[in-house]
């Protein structure tokens, strides 16, 4: 039987050595949570960490629990679209139940990806299909990797026991804020896929789904961009936030879809070593990179600002997938050892208020930011440099002579007044939080700082409507909406859950 056990320990004192010396009757433990005060850093005060333990004592040992699947049938073949984390836990969830899957992905299998997205990097050649969020892994394989999440799901566990299955270090199985890095979800993915593989699932790249096949109001199979038509009772439509085209195709089609929020904004890069000094003090070159999370919500307009995706020690990204349109983003490795850290800072963006009323009002305001970064981009350069200016520069709304500190990302930046890509609201509520965030950390406005723009994917814009306990779209039988683009994630371990979620509900209609 294990025990929880909770420790509040300075920084500097060895966790094993402590247990070892002052309960010498544990014999094993698993870290929950690690969480790390270092709020009067800044001041001398000895950062600490506060521990909730898992522990077993003389005599005991963890109890591993597994879960017993039963093989089980369906009438026809379930085709996934897209290998996102939404369509790869899917898969692996039909799998334990014996059902092979149909996975048609319109990128390349993630080892080639990377010479795709390093092309755009360094040439600015966009490949529609192959790209940050195109691809095998989805849109998670370039990710920072945070495992963390909001959902509450009994499947998070399942999730986080399948990613060690297939390679992320064992804690991730147990703390509570698991990272992996873009360096090791690119190898766990690779291995997912060839089990699946040799499993018998049949996995389709570098084809998109062009449309969905309808009868009446039932969806029966997929028309693929090579002509092919695929024929199927279940549908798992996991395309993510940025396949546009195939919201147009369903609303064409009448499938039921709502506008949702969502929020931009700018990424802030600050280099490392002073992002840490400022959290961390004099202790900064003894702890892990600083992270932060900050929010401001301004209450008269009941309007929100709030850092997003923070990536500590990570690098800012080039994340579009349109050939004239700039989208940043950040991600790091396992070791969070780059010299910068960066994070969103964006501004929520409320449907219809701010946008407008109809349906797509939301994609078009993301897509009218993301074409004017590209066009300053152009004018200014080649149109793949990510327009930037420091964070002085952006509360004057005005350059000055200086060059640009140097900055992570792989794809270059230019410096660039922006101000005008964004819509009035969003520049000055940006203000307003950034000076708010640097009341929190002091420094945070730094002269090092650097405004990259534009960050605009931080959600889908619209929801694809399904019934609450059968997880079919409203409107149309056999279509199973799920994962981010269908507005029911929001990042790699609640897309994961979600392609479970719906696999679980499949099975139980059926
Ligand atoms: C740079 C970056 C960093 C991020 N960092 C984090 C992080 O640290 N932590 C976190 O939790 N989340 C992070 N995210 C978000 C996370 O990656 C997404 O929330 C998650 O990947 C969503 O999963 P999904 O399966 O729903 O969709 P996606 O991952 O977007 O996958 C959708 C897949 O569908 C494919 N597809 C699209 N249209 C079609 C079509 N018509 N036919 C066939 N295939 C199609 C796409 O190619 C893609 O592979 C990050 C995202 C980015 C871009």
């Not at 039909?94 to 997205?117: H, P, S, W």
């Not at 407008?356 to 074409?371: H, T, V």
């Amino acid at each position: 039987m294990s025990q929880k056990l909770e420790l509040k320990l300075n920084f500097d004192v060895n966790l094993d050595e402590y247990l070892k010396k002052h309960h010498p009757n544990i014999t094993d433990y698993h870290i929950l949570t690690k969480s790390l005060d270092s709020r009067g850093a800044p001041r001398g005060k000895k950062p600490v960490y506060f521990y909730i333990l898992e522990v077993v004592k003389k005599g005991g040992s963890f109890q591993e629990e597994s879960e017993s699947f039963k093989t089980k049938k369906l009438s026809s073949t379930p085709i996934i679209i897209g290998a996102g984390p939404a369509g790869l836990f899917a898969a692996l969830r039909f799998q334990e139940y014996g059902i092979k899957c149909k996975i048609i992905e319109r990128g390349q299998v993630a080892t080639k990806r990377m010479l795709d997205i390093s092309q755009y990097w360094k040439k600015g050649i966009l490949n529609t299909e192959s790209n940050v969020c195109y691809g095998e892994g989805g849109a998670g394989l370039f990710s920072d990797g945070k495992l963390i999440t909001r959902v509450k799901s009994d499947y998070i566990s399942y999730v986080m026991k399948k990613l060690v299955e297939f390679g992320a270090p064992e804690e991730t199985a147990y703390i509570s804020n698991p990272h992996l890095g873009s360096n090791k979800i690119r190898v766990i993915i690779t291995k997912i896929t060839d089990y699946l593989k040799e499993k018998g699932h049949e996995f389709f790249y570098n084809i998109r789904v062009d449309e969905l096949l309808y009868e009446a109001d039932k969806v029966i199979g997929v028309k693929l961009s090579d002509g092919r038509e695929l024929r199927s009772e279940h549908i798992l439509l996991a395309t993510g936030h940025s396949a546009k085209e195939m919201y147009y195709h369903l609303n064409e089609n009448k499938v039921a879809m709502k506008a949702k929020s969502f929020a931009v904004g700018v990424r802030i890069e600050h280099p490392r070593k002073k992002l840490d000094r400022m959290q961390h003090g004099k202790f900064a070159d003894e702890l892990e990179a600083a992270r932060y999370r900050l929010s401001y919500h301004d209450k008269q307009s009941d309007k929100g600002a709030y850092s997003f995706c923070m990536c500590p020690g990570g690098y800012v990204l080039s994340s579009g997938t349109d050939s004239d349109g700039i989208v940043v983003n950040g991600m790091s490795n396992f070791a969070r050892n780059s010299p910068w850290s960066n994070s969103a800072i964006v501004v929520s963006v409320k449907s219809p208020e701010d946008v407008g009323e109809d349906l797509f009002a939301g994609l078009r305001f993301q897509e009218s930011i993301e074409k004017k970064a590209y066009e300053l981009s152009k004018e200014l350069a080649t149109g793949r440099e990510l327009p930037a200016m420091t964070v002085g520069e952006f509360l004057k709304e005005k350059l000055n002579s200086k060059d640009l500190p140097v900055s992570s990302s792989p794809s270059k930046i230019i410096k660039a007044n922006f101000i005008s890509i964004f819509p009035r609201f969003v520049v000055e509520h940006l203000k307003v939080a950034l000076k708010e965030f640097d009341r929190k950390i002091q420094g945070f406005l730094d002269h090092e700082a650097l405004l990259i723009a534009p960050e605009t994917r931080t959600s889908a814009p619209l929801t694809i409507l399904r019934d609450k306990d059968t997880l079919e779209s409203i409107s149309h039988q056999g279509l199973y909406p799920c994962g981010e683009g269908a507005g029911y994630a929001g990042g790699i371990t609640s897309a994961a859950v979600d392609g479970i979620r719906v696999v679980e509900s499949i099975l139980k209609k059926n």
